[in-house]
C-alpha cells in the first residue's frame, strides 16, 4: 500500500507515529485492550472458555493408568513456559521429573501432548543439555517410562527436528541430542527443518518475488524456487507424515528441536490433523491450536513482532503451519470442516491483534496481562461467524481415521490466496466455494419450502377430496392427485440426486443442476396450490389464500447469481476474499456485516431461523408484531 | 502389408502389467493389429487395453538378474508409463519388435479407425455436424462485406484450406489465387472470426517477401479491402522480430510498411514448434521423477519454459481480443507457415471473445473449424510425442513433431480454471479431446489437411469423435455442473502466479 502524501514534513511525521504504533513498546498498548467489538452480540466472556485443556485430554483419555497429571508446575515453577497441568507416565516418581526438567532446556521437560487410540503416545520437550558426554539419570528414567506405558512395542522413536549438523552444533554450547548409547530402546531421527531465522529469510525472498511489477514467468519460478520456501513446507510435511506413521504403527514418538516451541509445535500439531478426525473439524483445529501452540508456549508475540523485540525473534513458523494445513485440505477437500477463509481469518488476527487470543508468549503470560477478562477471544468471534468458516464439501462420513498426504514435489502448490491475496488481478475471477456455499443453502431452503408445500397441497387435497365426494365430481380431483403423485416422484428423484453426490468431483456436481430443479419445482408446486386454492378459495374462507400467500413471498426462489457482483447495497467492495451471502427471503446479495438478523421464515417447515436481510428482517417483523396484536 | 508379418509373437503367457497408481495385473498378453490387451483370464478379469498409436516409444530393459526375458518400457503418448515384465527372453524380443513395428506404422489405411465400428448407434452424425458451410454462414450472415468462396475447389489453390473459405465480398477470385501465390503454402488471408462489433480476424502464411522485397499488388487490395478506407489495423506476427527478418532469406519475411499502410505491425513470439516440444518433454520428464526434491523439482518447471509459452500464447490471444474487442480495430495473425501458433492464436482468442466457444458444441466447432479445416497437421505433429524425442531409437528425426495442440488445450484450461463458471464444459472434456488427438479409434484427428481427409474418405470409413462425444449420455458426463451463460468477453490474467500447471 503507498499513501501519497502532498508535504514532504507530514510524510515525516506519520512515517514516524505510524512505525511507533504498529509496533508499541509495551504489551498493554496493543489494540486488543482497547477493542471493543461495536454490537453487543459478543459478550467479552465468549470463547476464552470454549477450549479447556483438561478436556481436551480427558477426551484422550487421559488420565488413565499409564498417564496422569501432575500440579507440579501449578505455580510455573519448573517452567514457565508450559502450561499449569502437565501430563506424565504414571510410573515416572516426582524426584525424576525434576531432574529432567533440570537437564532440559528451558526446563521444558518431555510430557504428554497426544494419546493415540493405539495407546502410542505423542510427547514433546525441548533439546537435552548433554552437551558432548553430559547424562541425566532422572531424565533416562523419564524416557523409559515414556516408552514403558506404552505396552504395544518396546521402542521408542525420537524425533529431532533439526538437521542433524544444527543438534551437532549445539552440542559446543552444553546442549544437543540424546544419544542412542545412553538412552536405551530409542530410535533416534533427525526431520531437517531449517530455524527461524532460516524461515524468515525465506518468506521474505517468496514476499519479494510477489511484488514484482510485471515480472516474466522464469523470473517468477526462479524466486520461487529461490526463497526455499516450497521446500521448507515439504521438510515440515515429511516430519508430520513420519510422526503420524510412526503413531499409527503403534509406536511412542518423543518430538523436540532446540526450545521446543516452533517446530516441535508444527510437526505434533500436523501429525495429530494427520492422525485424529477430531482435529479435522472447525472445533477441533481450535482445539489443536489452543493445546499445541497456545498452551505450551509458542512465543506468539516475539514471533509476529507485536511490539518492539528483537528482530532476529520474529519467524513465520505460525504461517507455515498453517500453510501446512492448507496443503492438507488441498489434497483431502472431503475431511476438513473447514475452509480457507478460518485459515486465512486465524493468520489475520494472529498479525492484528485485535483479539487477545494471541497476545503474549505463553500461558504464564497471558494469565498476567489477564486478558481473559480485558480481551475479546478470537474463538468467540469464529462461534459467532462460523457459517463462513464452514467447508461446503465436508462429508462427516469420509473424516476418518488416518489421512496419508502424497508428498511428491509435483503436488505442491503456491498459496496463491495468502502471499498475493492483495493483487485483485491474480485470483480466479468466479470463486467456486461462493458458488458452492450458495448452491447448499439455497437447496435447504428450497426443500423446505417445498416440504411445506407438500404438505398445504396434501391437506387442500383432502379437504377438496371430502368436499367433492360431497358434491359427486371426482373425476377432476383423480387428475390433479396424479399429477401431484408425478411431482413427487420427481422431488425423490432430486434428493436421490442430492445424494449421490460425486466424491470425487471437488465441485458439488449436480447441484446447480439441482437448483435449477429445485426452483423450477417450487415454482411448480407453488403454481399447482395456488390453483387448488383458488378454487377452493370461492367455496371456503379467505384466510386460507392469505396465509399461503405470506408463505409464498417469504422464499426467495431465485437467488441472485453471484457472478459479476462488485459491491454490496451498504457499498462496502465484495472482492474474492470477502463471502457473498444471500438474503433467505428475497435473495439479494449482502456482504456479512449486512446479513447480520437471523429470523424464521412462515415458508419453511422446519422454522428453523434464516439469515435474512435488515429490510426483509424489518418486514418479517412488521408481520409479526401486527399478528401478535391481533 | 498384412498385420501378420508385423506380429511376431501373438500371445505372450505370464505377463506382468506395471503402472503407477494402479494394482499390477498378471496374465496373458496378447497383440493384436491395433491393441496390446493384457488380461488376466480370471472371473473378475482385468483387462488392459493400450492401443499401439498410442505408444510413442519403447525401452528394452533385459532383465540384469536371471539372464532371461526383461521388461519392456512402453511410454505412451498420453504421457502415461508402463512395464511389462516378460519371462522369456524370445518373447520379450519378439514383443518389443512388434510393439516398436505396429507403434510406427504410417500406412493411414490401417490404423484402428478404419477398422472401427461403434457399437452404438449413431445419434447425430459429427461429420456432418459443423460443415465449413453451416459454420462459415454463423460468421457471414450478419454482414455484407463477406461471402463464403469456393476459390479452393479440389484445393487448387492451397492444400492445407478447406474448399470453402470466407473472403470479403468485394475481391473476385483471380485476386485470391494470385495472393495465394504470394503467401506461404497458398494460405492467403481468409476469415477466421468476425466479433459482434464488426472488427474481423484474419489469418494467413507469412509472405513471401523473400530477400529482394519482392511486392504483391494483389495481396496488398485483398487485405486493404477488409479494412475499408481510412481505417487501420493490426499484423501479428508469432514470431520474434529476428526469426521474421532472418525468414527473408528464405523467401519469407513480413509485410513492409510501405506497401501496407494501414497496418501495424506487432511481434507477440511464441516458441517455435519444436521448441515447445522439447519444452514440454523437460517438463514431463519433471513430472515423472519420482524422487526428485522441491528445488530440482521447480528449477526443472522453470527450465522447462513450458509455463512462460502458455503465459506467452495468452499474452497474445488476449492482445489479439482487446484490438477486437476494445479498441475494435480488425487483426491478421500470422507464423510462418500458419498452421500452428497462429492457429492457437486465433483460436483461442475466439474461446475469450465468444461465448458459444466455451460450450461443448461451440468448443468441438472451433476445433473443427480453426483446427482441422484450418489445416493444423495433426498427423505429423501427433505422430510422436514427448518421449520420443529423448529416445535415441527415433528412426524419423524430422523436426515435424509439436504439441501445439497441447499448448492450446492447456491455455483453455487456464481460462478454465480462472472463469471456473463460464465454461459448459469440465477438465475431463478438454483431456478426452487430447487423449483422441493423440489415438483414437474415431477419425477426426486423422491426416494433415483436409485435402488429404477427403482422400482418405474419412467420412464414410471411419465414425467422427463428435459422433461420440455429443451422444447424450456421453456429453452429459463433460456438462460442468457450476455453468451459467455468461455472455461477456472473459479477460483473463496473464500474472505468473495465476498461470499454474494442468495436472
Redesign the interface.
Same mark, same amino acid.
Given at each position: 500500500m503507498t499513501f501519497i502524501i502532498p508535504k514532504e514534513r507530514d510524510a515525516h511525521d506519520l512515517f514516524t507515529s505510524l512505525t511507533q504504533m504498529c509496533q508499541p513498546a509495551s504489551i498493554e498498548e496493543l489494540y486488543c485492550f482497547r477493542y471493543n467489538t461495536g454490537s453487543d452480540d459478543l459478550p467479552r466472556g465468549t470463547g476464552w472458555s470454549l477450549f479447556d485443556l483438561q478436556a481436551e485430554f480427558e477426551r484422550m483419555g487421559v488420565p488413565n493408568e499409564s498417564w496422569t497429571i501432575t500440579t507440579l508446575n501449578k505455580d510455573y515453577d519448573i517452567c514457565d513456559t508450559y502450561p499449569r497441568y502437565l501430563y506424565v507416565p504414571a510410573s515416572a516418581p516426582t524426584s525424576v521429573l525434576l531432574g529432567s526438567s533440570k537437564f532440559r532446556s528451558r526446563g521444558r521437560l518431555p510430557v504428554l501432548s497426544y494419546l493415540h487410540s493405539t495407546k502410542a503416545s505423542l510427547c514433546r520437550c525441548s533439546q537435552p543439555l548433554s552437551g558432548f558426554s553430559a547424562r541425566c539419570v532422572e531424565d533416562e528414567h523419564l524416557i523409559t517410562c515414556i516408552q514403558k506405558a506404552n505396552p504395544n512395542t518396546a521402542q521408542l522413536f525420537v524425533v529431532d527436528t533439526r538437521p542433524r549438523i544444527n543438534a551437532m552444533a549445539n552440542r559446543a554450547a552444553g546442549k544437543g541430542y540424546e544419544s542412542e548409547a545412553n538412552y536405551e530402546n530409542t530410535i533416534f531421527h533427525f526431520a531437517g527443518i531449517d530455524n527461524i531465522h532460516v524461515m524468515r529469510a525465506s518468506l521474505a525472498r517468496l514476499l519479494e518475488t510477489?511484488e514484482f511489477k510485471t515480472?516474466?514467468?522464469?523470473?517468477? &519460478?526462479?524466486g520461487?524456487?529461490g526463497s526455499?520456501w &516450497? +521446500?521448507h513446507i515439504?521438510a515440515i510435511l515429511d516430519a508430520a507424515l513420519f510422526i503420524g506413521k510412526t503413531l499409527e504403527d503403534g509406536s511412542s514418538v518423543l518430538v523436540h528441536c532446540s526450545d521446543g516451541w516452533d517446530r516441535t509445535a508444527q510437526v505434533c500439531g500436523l501429525a495429530q490433523v494427520l492422525v485424529d478426525p477430531y482435529y479435522r473439524t472447525l472445533h477441533g483445529f481450535q482445539a489443536l491450536i489452543t493445546k499445541e501452540w497456545l498452551s505450551f508456549g509458542h512465543k506468539f508475540t516475539d514471533r509476529c513482532g507485536h511490539i518492539q523485540v528483537d528482530p532476529k525473534q520474529i519467524s513465520p513458523v505460525f504461517t507455515q503451519w498453517l500453510e501446512c494445513v492448507w496443503h492438507l485440505c488441498q489434497q483431502f477437500p472431503f475431511v476438513f470442516q473447514f475452509n480457507d477463509r478460518l485459515l486465512l481469518t486465524i493468520h489475520d488476527h494472529v498479525h492484528s491483534c485485535e483479539f487477545g487470543t494471541f497476545v503474549g508468549n505463553c500461558q504464564k503470560d497471558r494469565i498476567d496481562l489477564r486478558v481473559e477478562e480485558k480481551t475479546y477471544s478470537l474463538w468467540g468471534y469464529v462461534a459467532n461467524h462460523m457459517n463462513e468458516y464452514l467447508n461446503p464439501l465436508y462429508r462427516p462420513d469420509m473424516n476418518i481415521g488416518f489421512i496419508q498426504p502424497n508428498l511428491?514435489?509435483?503436488v505442491?502448490?503456491?498459496w +496463491?490466496e495468502m502471499?498475493?491475496r492483495w493483487?485483485i488481478?491474480?485470483?480466479?475471477?468466479?470463486s &467456486?466455494i461462493d458458488?458452492m456455499v450458495a448452491s447448499k443453502d439455497h437447496i435447504n431452503s428450497l426443500e423446505d419450502h417445498i416440504r411445506l408445500l407438500q404438505k398445504k397441497i396434501k391437506a387442500v387435497e383432502g379437504r377438496i377430496s371430502a368436499e367433492s365426494m360431497l358434491n359427486g365430481s371426482g373425476l377432476e380431483i383423480t387428475q390433479d392427485s396424479n399429477r401431484f403423485t408425478y411431482k413427487k416422484n420427481a422431488h425423490d428423484e432430486v434428493n436421490l440426486k442430492l445424494r449421490d453426490f460425486d466424491p470425487l468431483?471437488v465441485?458439488?456436481?449436480?447441484? =446447480?443442476?439441482l437448483r435449477e430443479d429445485e426452483s423450477v419445482e417450487a415454482v411448480n408446486e407453488t403454481n399447482h396450490l395456488r390453483r387448488l386454492s383458488y378454487r377452493r378459495s370461492s367455496s371456503q374462507d379467505d384466510n386460507l389464500t392469505e396465509s399461503l400467500s405470506t408463505e409464498f413471498q417469504s422464499v426467495a426462489l431465485d437467488w441472485k =447469481?453471484v457472478?459479476g457482483v462488485k459491491e454490496c447495497q451498504c457499498s462496502a467492495p465484495l472482492d474474492f476474499t470477502s463471502r457473498k451471502s444471500h438474503c433467505w427471503r428475497c435473495g439479494e446479495i449482502y456482504c456479512s456485516r449486512c446479513l447480520d438478523k437471523w429470523a424464521t421464515l412462515p415458508g419453511h417447515i422446519s422454522q428453523k431461523q434464516s439469515p435474512v436481510c435488515r429490510n426483509c428482517y424489518r418486514f418479517l417483523h412488521k408481520s409479526f408484531s401486527i399478528e401478535s396484536l391481533e | 502389408m498384412e498385420f501378420i508379418e508385423l506380429i511376431k509373437a501373438p500371445k505372450v503367457d505370464n505377463v506382468i502389467l506395471r503402472r503407477p497408481l494402479f494394482p499390477r495385473i498378471e496374465g496373458t498378453l496378447c497383440v493384436t493389429g491395433h491393441h496390446l490387451i493384457l488380461s488376466s483370464r480370471k472371473e473378475d478379469a482385468q483387462e488392459f487395453w493400450l492401443l499401439h498409436r498410442n505408444v510413442d516409444v519403447i525401452e528394452r530393459r533385459p532383465s540384469q538378474s536371471q539372464f532371461t526375458g526383461g521388461s519392456i518400457v512402453v511410454k505412451c503418448k498420453d504421457f502415461s508409463v508402463l512395464t511389462l515384465d516378460i519371462g522369456a527372453t524370445e518373447d520379450f524380443i519378439n514383443i518389443g519388435d512388434s510393439i516398436e513395428a505396429l507403434a510406427n506404422l504410417d500406412v493411414p489405411g490401417l490404423l484402428y479407425p478404419f477398422f472401427y465400428r461403434s457399437l452404438q448407434p449413431i445419434v447425430e452424425d459429427g461429420w456432418f455436424a459443423f460443415t465449413p458451410e453451416s459454420e462459415f454462414s454463423k460468421l457471414v450472415l450478419k454482414t455484407d462485406d463477406w461471402k463464403i468462396s469456393y476459390v479452393n475447389k479440389d484445393f487448387k489453390v492451397c492444400d492445407s484450406y478447406p474448399e470453402a473459405v470466407v473472403i470479403p465480398k468485394s475481391i473476385p477470385d483471380e485476386i485470391i489465387v494470385a495472393a495465394a501465390g504470394f503467401r506461404q503454402g497458398g494460405r492467403f488471408p481468409v476469415l477466421s472470426y468476425r466479433h459482434e462489433n464488426g472488427s474481423v480476424l484474419l489469418r494467413s502464411g507469412q509472405p513471401l517477401v523473400g530477400p529482394s522485397g519482392k511486392r504483391c499488388k494483389e495481396d496488398e487490395k485483398l487485405i486493404n479491402a477488409v479494412l475499408g478506407p481510412g481505417k487501420r489495423g493490426y499484423i501479428i506476427d508469432t514470431r520474434t522480430q529476428t526469426l521474421a527478418q532472418a525468414a527473408k532469406s528464405r523467401g519469407g519475411g513480413v509485410e513492409p510498411e510501405t506497401s501496407y499502410p494501414q497496418w501495424r505491425r506487432v511481434h507477440k513470439p511464441i516458441d517455435r514448434h519444436h521448441n515447445l516440444l522439447d519444452s514440454l518433454a523437460k517438463l514431463i520428464e519433471g513430472c515423472n521423477d519420482t524422487a526428485s526434491t522441491m528445488d530440482k523439482w521447480l528449477s526443472r518447471i522453470e527450465s522447462s519454459n513450458w509455463l512462460t509459452n502458455v503465459r506467452d500464447t495468452l499474452n497474445c490471444a488476449c492482445l489479439v481480443a482487446q484490438c477486437l474487442d476494445q479498441d475494435n480495430l480488425s487483426v491478421l495473425a500470422h507464423g510462418s507457415d500458419g498452421t500452428d501458433t497462429t492457429l492457437a492464436v486465433t483460436s483461442l482468442s475466439q474461446v475469450i471473445l465468444n461465448p458459444d466457444c466455451r460450450t461443448i458444441r461451440g468448443f468441438e466447432a472451433l476445433i473443427e473449424r480453426e483446427w482441422i479445416q484450418g489445416g493444423y497437421p495433426f498427423g505429423s505433429r501427433h505422430f510422436h510425442s514427448v518421449y520420443a524425442l529423448s529416445a535415441s531409437t527415433l528412426k524419423n528425426p524430422k523436426r515435424k513433431y509439436a504439441p501445439t495442440f497441447v499448448l492450446f488445450l492447456d491455455c483453455v484450461w487456464q481460462l478454465f480454471s480462472q472463469f471456473p463458471c463460464s465454461f459448459e464444459f469440465k477438465e475431463q472434456f478438454l483431456l478426452t479431446i487430447f487423449q483422441h488427438s493423440y489415438a483414437s479409434q474415431y477419425g477426426t484427428f486423422l491426416g494433415d489437411t483436409v485435402c488429404e481427409r477427403e482422400a482418405l474418405c474419412l467420412t464414410e470409413k471411419t465414425v467422427s469423435l463428435w459422433s461420440y462425444i455429443n451422444r447424450p449420455d456421453i456429453i452429459h458426463t463433460f456438462i460442468n455442473p457450476l455453468y451459467e451463460p455468461n455472455p461477456v468477453v472473459i479477460w483473463p490474467s496473464v500474472a505468473p502466479p495465476t498461470i499454474v500447471r494442468f495436472g
Open positions: 510477489c515480472p516474466a514467468m522464469g523470473a517468477f &519460478l526462479n520461487v524456487e526455499g &516450497l +521446500r515439504k511428491a514435489p509435483q505442491f502448490k503456491f +496463491r502471499y498475493c493483487e488481478g491474480v485470483h480466479p475471477r468466479e &467456486l458458488l468431483m465441485t458439488d456436481k449436480f447441484t =446447480s443442476q =447469481s457472478r | -
